[in-house]
């Protein structure tokens, strides 16, 4: 066993140590996030400031967590919460069960519920990891709301709304690409992604260029093309 | 098809495997065919499978095994073949051609395909077409997740719509009622809202209005949406377009758990099923048991169930002191009850205590609170009655009639309360037997009630004149008219064999002396004659039957007996002790100095209101164990907050004295307790032990000592044989107390006729959706249970159970005061109890506590309907709004017995405890 042997042992660190450093230092620097992220819930609203939830517990129902809480009541006539005549008068998620698998984004009939790209969630009292109506629903400028112990940064909140969804809204194919959402406070109404069948190039969101140029930047060792 | 089919045979009510029969498909058809006399044969999809002739193809179809979808078929109302969404192929002299299943009654070597490309087309079709004009609501409508029109459309619809259109709008929802709001929009105009209307429950509330797609189903402009049933159109209503404002969007199909119970909120005991999410209970709905309910429930049991979260509610015990009534904990409240029950014990003797009430208890609860004041206490001071029912001995000891042995009568005599404001569904139930078969309806009544219009007589008597009346129909006095005479010769052809006497207490103002006189002269002259006794509140009769009457013991047993609970118990009272008038009239003389009220309320429920407050006032302890306060709660020293119904469970004993279970779905709020362990603690406060740690050792000790009860056990209770509910005395046990062949009309049948009409968790099971299996479901051979066959009395039965034995001496005739009216003071379905006063969607239906007399009274008077008038009687004066009402005879005024206010003068306030008749005065008041 000579000295060479023992450097032999050390090759791999050597050739690492002339790779392009990939560690960040986080968490003061974050990777940006891919659009579709599942991360912290929002609740939407109208761009009149009427909420978009129903009360239907729809999201409820299909939550494979259980962690929703979902009840309807009368909508005030004088001052409703929501159109129409129910509203979510509680609303509730615990972050301790939710694997965020969005399928209560896929549930929604009024795209009320959508996910923000905050993922990291530390608390110090269980309780705060049940998030009510008052902390999920949109600020009035149409910002989620930064709890205290919530750690956003730039564009975490971007690209919420309703074309998040997986599926079109009827189910179907050639719906695809067509807009079936309604505007959304902070955001207007977002324009389907580009690259959608159908769909007039000029209307459509960049987000696809977004996510291609995201891809782009994927090392070829991790399976994609940068090199 | 539902006409019930009397037959000898048992029919074995075993149960099928577990029963998990869907629907009542598979299970039912073996046992069936004992009933009927013949069979053909169909070919249903290639299959050959039997029917019973004259049945509906939809009906025949559903016990082989195949569903086909409906929207207005219900096997309780007439076809009418609305929604053609039951189109099958059925073989014609042309060959196949489309016909609706639920208007085509099968016949031998028919050929009917129900999946073929045709009906697959038709079925698109109609709900395309039904879906033209359809919200599609479904997130926001309370159907959606057990909407029939959602599931059928996802089974047998087209998936895509081609209207592209704008839909019809109208406003909605309309609130039609403080019960129910109406959703036009939602309508697919099936009929089955307003066939109930018109068919089931005889009040038109609800009816189509418009043409084409214009047609709407609205109530009458100028009529209210008022019936007792109005709830059964938003059970049976198969899409949103009825829903029921106590659960408006209170939960989702998806989030309900459910238990079967049975309603205790009148003695009628309907099937139900109770609907509990986060632990609140939101919602009954009527199961179908053909013994008793047929499905319906009336307004009031199924939306009283609000009361049990009113803000009212009593939590906590609680302890008068500073003349304030302030919480405790239970060890307080219970030592103290029980030092000065030892005070009172010590001084007077057993004999100065007394419990009234009884009947909001379950059957184990009574029972417990029997052996406490008869075994620990030493008092025989119990009453379950407020002396407005029919003695004890008189209900156990007449020859039983059941509920279908009234509807299938000869003649059924009914001289009772009016039935549709004191036992709801059975006035639906003899309803439909007028309507689908003609019953012979005679009924005794001082005025008009629902049951006039149905009778072939209704006979008037004057209160105080009833044994007159019935000696008239007796033949032992010359009849006063023609109709009397033309129902004498009915009523007593061939010694009275199948009539049936429904027999209960038509006014509060009378003494029972007249009934009690016209069961006895009845049970001698119509030796035949069965008996269906008419009690008021819920479980009466179970309270009875627990023994929660002076000088009776658990299982229908006399004191003096005693039998094995003379050792059992330890000891019991020396002497038959006093009923709630002695009690009370003893209390009042101060010779009674404790009482404990089980859910009583003296104050609004005793006939003679200054009586029970004298007597209130004068006991030195006033123990109350009640849910909810109540007008007497002023003068209770010590409240024990107890369980509610759905908050214990239990069994209770319907009129008829079937025994059936009531589920618990939640758990009582704060410090409530049952009310069976409220008498084990209070019995271990005392130094006792009633050796009683769960309710299943009540059952067990019940079913040991008490011979009416034998074989009533645990196990029997959870089985399908319980749960179906059971006429006591169960027979024909096996030597291991088994049970083995019922008595004809001893079961009911639990079972869901209409998949439609018990939504919920049927609907989403049906959909695969994971929950509680099924807990309504078809139970055995239902379909063919004998509901016809009467109960044979004490054949093979246990001996030694009560037999009453009718007075000799009739009761005088009152005279006739021509200046005086007589009150008839009955109780209204909405009054002033507590039920529906804590029910937010009942309170505001409360009748009005307005006195009404023949409008030729108020010509006598000068005065117009609805003013104030001045009534006097012998306990005191009156100020009440008096209305003509042509229904009710010159001679007589009716009053309300419990008012909706607290305050508001009932009749109660006029009554003499003990007088045969109440006379009144009325005056004009006094210009301004
Ligand atoms: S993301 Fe998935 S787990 Fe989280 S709340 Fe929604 S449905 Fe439930
Ligand atoms: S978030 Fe959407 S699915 Fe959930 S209750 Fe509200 S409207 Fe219904
Ligand atoms: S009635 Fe049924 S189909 Fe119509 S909106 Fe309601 S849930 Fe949907
Ligand atoms: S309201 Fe309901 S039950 Fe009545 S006709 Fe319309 S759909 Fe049928
Ligand atoms: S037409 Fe047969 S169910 Fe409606």
Redesign the interface.
Known sequence: MGALDALKGFKVTFKQIFEPRVTSSYPDEKRPKPPRFHGRHVLNRYEDGMEKCIGCELCAGVCPADCIYVRGADNPPDHPVSPGERYGFVYEINYLRCIHCDLCVEACPTQAITESKLFEFSFTDRNDAIYTKAELVVRDDGKPQQLPWEDWREGDDLLTSGWMRATSPAGVADQEGRRHWSGELGYGSRAPERGQSGLDPAEASPSLELRKEEAAKIPVRFGGRAR | MTTPSPSPSPSGAAEVGGGAAQAGASGAAAGDSGAAPQEVTITLDGREVAARPGELLIAAAERAGVYIPRFCYHPRMRQVGMCRMCLVEVKGPRGFSLQPACFQPVANGMEVRTESPAVKKAQDGVLEFLLVNHPLD???CDK??ECPLQDQTLTFGPG?TRFVEEKRHWS??IPVSSLVELDRERCIQCDRCTRFAKEVAGDPFITFQGRGDHTEVNTFPDRPFASYFSGNTVQICPVGALTASAY??KA?P??LEQVESTCTTCALGCRMVVQSS?GEVVRHLGVDDEAVNHSWLCDKGRFAFEASTAPSRRTHPLLRSDARLRPVSWQVALSEVAGRLRAVLATDGPGAVGVLGGARLTNEDAYAWAKLAKAVIGTDSVDAQLDDGLPAELVAGLPPATIADACAAKVLLFLGPDPREELPVLFLRLRGAVRDHGLDLVELSPVDTSLTDLARASLRYRPGQLVDLVRQLLGSLPPANPAVAAARDRLVAGGGEGVVVALGRSSIAESEEQTVAAAGLLRRMLPGATFLPLLRRGNVRGALDAGLAPGLLPGRQRLADGGAFATAWGGLPGAPGRGARALLEAAATGQVRALFLLGADPLSDFPDRSLARRALEAVELVVSVEAHPNASSEHVDVVLPAAAPSERAGTTTNCEGRLSPVGQKVVAPGLAWPDWAIAVELAAALGADLGFASPADIVAERARLAPLFAGVTSAVLAGTVGRMGALLPLRGRGPDGELGEWPAGATGGLERLDPMAVPGIASVESQGAPSEAGVVRAAGPVVAAPVGGRMAAGDDGPAALLSWEPPEALPATPPVDAYSLRLVAARRCYDGGTAVQASPSLAALAASPALRAHPSELERLGVASGTKVAVRAAPGRLELVLEADAGVPKGVAVLGAVPPAADAPGASALVRAGDPVTEIRLETLEAG
């Open positions: 479904c997130p926001v959606g997740g895509e909605k929802p408006r969007f989702r998806w989030d986060s």
